[in-house]
């Protein structure tokens, strides 16, 4: 676990990371001009998206929540579907029912997302437990914030993990945010992990805007799930570096304290790190920016969904 | 015909359906003490005792369920699922549609309920309509043994989330169930007696009651037909205008508070669609607005009583309500 | 007369109630960051942010308000109810009874609700019912910028816990509010728009519907009252019956899912109390069984509309409705 | 703090604990006969009860839950009024309205008794609240469950008394039972308190069955809320030694587990700490005796509420 992640796949996130953001910075920028409604980005937290994904496998499963364009694109989900599903279109992942906050894309393993703050905790204990039942020898890996930590199912969701041995990888990203309250307003500590280890699983917080340290955090808590068969916690260290929800112009932010992060971008610390050179980030980020436009340009022109679709869906 | 207690019935129906598939599992507080025959049979792996934590509970079952489990929950009494409304009702009743149809949840969610064992407010409190209102579950509240049997039965096997309401007075109730497979298909109404002039139409412990009153009434020369909804999402709409349309005289019976209750829906859907056929007002008994009181006399006063049901079901026709209305409206 | 937002015209009231009355303080996700006028002027601890968990906001303020505070917790979205349902129906509004009077819960519960944002069903859900149905509360839903703040300060000043929902889509509309002390009792609906034809009954934003419905009803000479009901609980049966008795013919309007809803409660009691007044059969115009969905073409079709009031309350008179029942009835 | 409890003292928690145990005993037995319905009782567990209400002032105040008794007789509730509340009598705390499950006599302090397991946690954060805004300086002492710990609002209420520095002494009776399931099954540690120490309180455990030093500790918990206005966690480590509800064989009780800890009774190890003649011990449990027949007599001749009073309470 200690030799370093080869450059290759460490330029595979770099590009990973470079789509989210630009994905959620077209979503933010056509919002502004009216032409998709609000959503929420993760704008500085795109390493834990990304470094935890990479080290999942094909079999493994994510739960995600309002904040999900990352992980259902690192996962490699289609942008044009995400959009489609933002812009309400009937090729959306989710027919256009579910809008930007619950996004989920069965085929790619991202299931069962919810804007309930605190249900992807429950739902995750669910699944692993399937999973468990079924012996798929698989990881579940459930992301969720801060925020959620806070709710009452996060411990509700641990301890029954830690009772029944369920698989899986809690993956809190520590934002420090919460909508509009900054975490110091709603704990006591600063990390989440203090309040996991008193679940009797091992608690790794790692510095979130580092992708390649989430990567093998990520790493080790699946080789824990898979070699003892419990569930690890690991929590990403990072920052929300836009609003909660466009639009949102920040002005309960402390300004220093943003900035402070934002010389911590995790792509620009990834670009540092990779030195590469000036042209071969303008190959990625033009290969990014074409691939996006093209996305939304894609979901703009397709259709919405027809009025019979109001009542399908319901019941199966 | 075997004879078997409700619960007894309601344990029969799961370990029968735990044989057929595997994806059938049962966990909740206690599960595993209490039903020490299917934790024999089935081990301790599909038969669970959880932490005391209903959230949870409903929420693993709403996420197994979404990838093929299919989870029989006991959530105890009625009132602890209002600490699994998001589960129930935001994830398993909504999740489907949401995602545009992607998962499906066929899980059952068990509660006792009603009066009967003085055991207060937070334990006693009719909250089917809560879920009959929401949109994704189905809810079903029997009120026979072997309907207890049959519709546990066709609820594990229905692909979609299902309330499941056990009156608690009735649970160790001896009943008559059919030998072998007995299947009772969701949304049919069963009527209990046949009757010309009223219709009481009711569910769970209340049919009994209806059907007393009907006695009370018989002997007074008025025949009524009595309708056991058994399930009450989906509401079998056609059984209840059947006998509106035959009787034009309704009387809805039910335990639950009145406001929004499931006989408001069901006076509704009269008001609407039998309107022409309807010879007098439809009544409804139903507990007053209040909580459940644990002091016996004052938890008999706040059930619908077979006295209280014939005597409303008999003012139906005290004076000719149609004359009343042509003289009014004219 | 002011000119206020309905955002705006809350935070008056609640600004207003907070100078007159020491006890009363206001929390909730959020609350200090976006009601910073109030944390201005009464501080942090009269203007909290909470941490994000609606059951123990609940809980705080029905633990609090029995001692003496008159809180005010905003849960955000009527979905994320569901996280507090324990404390709001099991201890809000059954504690004072189970304890023999021994308590009361002056607190308001705010949420958001309703169609025009899409947002989708996890924050879109219209749950009043549920709280109509649970003995103990009170419910208010109101549609004037005027209301929101003479209903926000009854809803502090009552001994009760009330549920104070608010239709996001007008949460920035502007209206006219009057000057000075402007207080809107509990329990009384408000005829929008008087007429003899038809009664359209409604509540929240679907008031605008049925007005403008009333508008396409007048131009063909057909006139409609039109009522608010502003409270649901209590809900203003007098009100009702009289214009049901003037006019014979009613439509209720609400976009809360059908079965269960205020509309059965209205349609039920209609049936029972103006059964001799009633010309035609009620209808009901609210959003089909189904979960809100966030697309906008689908979120349109999902909340009812002027037009498809206007038709429903058009088909009362298309044929005569009551020699249909005298023809079938005798 | 370290000085011995004087004996005086002891002996009144001594009569405290017997008369609870009488209490009990007879609510029980008139239950097993049909003359009452079924009630939990806190058989085994009076220490916690005795001890920490001793510790308690007269402003102080006590959210407890289903198995109330034992908190409500420490407290110098009157048993006559217990048991026609159980009896569903009009004389009764409640009026006979709540039954067994959930008596609340605001008189003594004994406020929003709730049945909902987890809901005393919920509560009590607002009636600490209620304190603190109204500047009370008094401690409210919330008793609950090993099981009710499992529920989320354990995890919700900690935090908000921690962030808001409520002044909550809250006692966890662990009695390694959580109805018919034991706590083991239940949770991947033994002591609540390590729970509740991830919440930045102070989180002590004690030994239950001693009542004295559930008192001293209930006092040390009292000074520190006192003195730094945060709560603060106090798990009596104790056993229910009836059943979950009367009737209950308690089929489902290891017998060897049950027998080691009626060994361990706290009315025994008082008796015998104290060291009382056996003459002395007679007296007292004479005049408990009479006490608790006195009141039961009392109850049973209660009236019933009237039927009127069905439909009053509901509205203030
Ligand atoms: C139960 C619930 N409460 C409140 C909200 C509103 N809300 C949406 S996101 C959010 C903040 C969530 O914070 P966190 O869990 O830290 O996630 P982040 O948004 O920072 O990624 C809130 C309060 C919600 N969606 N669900
Ligand atoms: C929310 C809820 N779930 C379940 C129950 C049923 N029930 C009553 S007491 C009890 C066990 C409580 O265990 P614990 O909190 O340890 O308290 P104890 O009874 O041991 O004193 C259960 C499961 C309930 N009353 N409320
Ligand atoms: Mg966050
Ligand atoms: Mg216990």
Redesign the pocket.
């Known amino acids: 676990m200690t030799e370093a992640v080869e450059p290759g796949a460490l330029r595979g996130m770099l590009e990973n990371m470079l789509t989210i953001r630009a994905y959620e910075e077209k979503a933010a920028a056509m919002q502004a001009v009216g032409q998709a409604a609000g959503t929420c980005t993760s704008v500085g937290q795109e390493a834990a998206a990304v470094g935890v994904v990479a080290a999942l496998g094909a079999e493994d499963l994510i739960l995600t929540n309002h904040r999900s364009a990352g992980h259902l694109l690192a996962r490699g989900a289609d942008p044009a579907r995400i959009y489609a599903e933002v812009l309400g279109k009937a090729t959306g992942y989710c027919k256009g029912k579910s809008g930007s906050l619950h996004v989920s894309a069965k085929e790619l393993g991202v299931v069962l997302t919810s804007t309930i703050v605190g249900a992807e905790l429950s739902l995750a204990a669910g699944v692993g437990l399937a999973s468990s039942m079924q012996g798929r020898n698989n990881v579940v890996a459930c992301f969720f914030g801060d925020g959620a930590a806070s709710e009452g199912s996060f411990h509700e969701s641990l301890n029954l993990a830690a009772v029944w041995k369920l698989p899986i990888l809690y993956v809190c990203e520590n934002n420090q945010w919460q909508a509009f309250v900054h975490r110091r307003e709603t704990m006591p500590m600063d990390h989440i992990s203090d309040w996991a280890a008193s679940h009797g699983m091992p608690a790794a917080s790692v510095d979130g805007n580092d992708v390649e340290a989430v990567y093998r955090a990520a790493q080790a808590g699946i080789a824990h799930i898979k070699t003892t068969g419990q569930p690890y916690f690991l929590e990403t260290w990072t920052y929300r570096t836009r609003g909660h929800y466009e639009p949102d112009d920040q002005g309960y932010v402390d300004p220093d304290e943003l900035a402070a992060w934002r010389a911590q971008d995790p792509i620009d610390r990834l670009q540092r790190k990779l030195d590469l050179d000036a042209v071969e980030i303008q190959v990625i980020q033009k290969r990014v920016a074409q691939r996006i436009e093209k996305a939304w340009n894609e979901a703009i022109a397709a259709p919405y969904p027809a009025l019979a679709d109001l009542t399908s869906d319901v019941y199966a | 015909m075997q004879c078997l207690t409700i619960n007894d019935a309601i344990g029969q129906a799961i370990a029968e359906e735990m044989r057929r598939d595997s994806n059938v599992m049962m966990f909740g507080?206690?599960v595993a003490t209490k039903r020490v025959d299917l934790l024999n049979e089935f081990g301790g792996r599909r038969i669970r005792n959880t932490p005391?934590a209903?959230g949870i509970i409903a929420g693993a079952a709403v996420g197994a369920s979404a990838m093929g489990m299919r989870p029989v929950i006991d959530l105890?009494?009625a009132p602890?699922m209002t600490?699994a409304m998001d589960e129930l009702v935001n994830s398993a009743g909504k999740l489907r549609y949401m995602s545009g149809g992607q998962f499906k949840f066929p899980l059952v969610a068990m509660a006792m309920t009603g009066t009967g064992w003085t055991v207060g407010a937070?334990?006693n409190h009719n909250l089917e309509a809560w879920f009959v209102h929401s949109p994704g579950l189905k809810v079903v509240m029997p009120s026979t043994a072997a309907d207890f049997k049959g519709l546990m039965k066709s609820a594990i096997r229905d692909d979609n989330p299902v309330l499941f309401f056990v009156e608690m007075a009735m649970t160790f109730d001896s009943g008559e169930v059919p030998d072998g497979e007995h299947l009772v298909p969701l949304g049919k109404a069963a009527v209990r007696r046949a009757g010309s002039d009223v219709t009481l139409i009711s569910y769970g412990k209340s049919v009994r009651a209806c059907e007393a009153a009907a006695s009370q009434l018989a002997e007074k020369g008025v025949f009524a037909e009595v309708i056991d909804l058994r399930s009450l999402k989906p509401l079998d709409e056609a059984a209840i205008l059947a006998s509106a349309k035959k009787t034009g005289r309704v009387v809805v019976v039910h335990e639950a508070n009145r406001m929004c209750g499931v006989g408001a829906e069901i006076a509704a859907i009269l008001a609407e669609k039998a309107f022409v056929a309807l010879k007098a007002p439809v009544l409804r008994i139903t507990s007053p607005d209040v909580p459940a009181p644990s002091s016996y006399p004052l938890e008999l006063a706040f059930a619908p009583q077979a006295d209280a049901i014939a005597t409303a079901a008999a003012s139906l026709f005290e004076s000719d309500q149609k004359a009343v209305r042509e003289i009014q409206s004219s």
Chains 1, 4 share one sequence.
């Open positions: 507080e206690g005391l209903e105890l009494f602890f600490l937070q334990h």
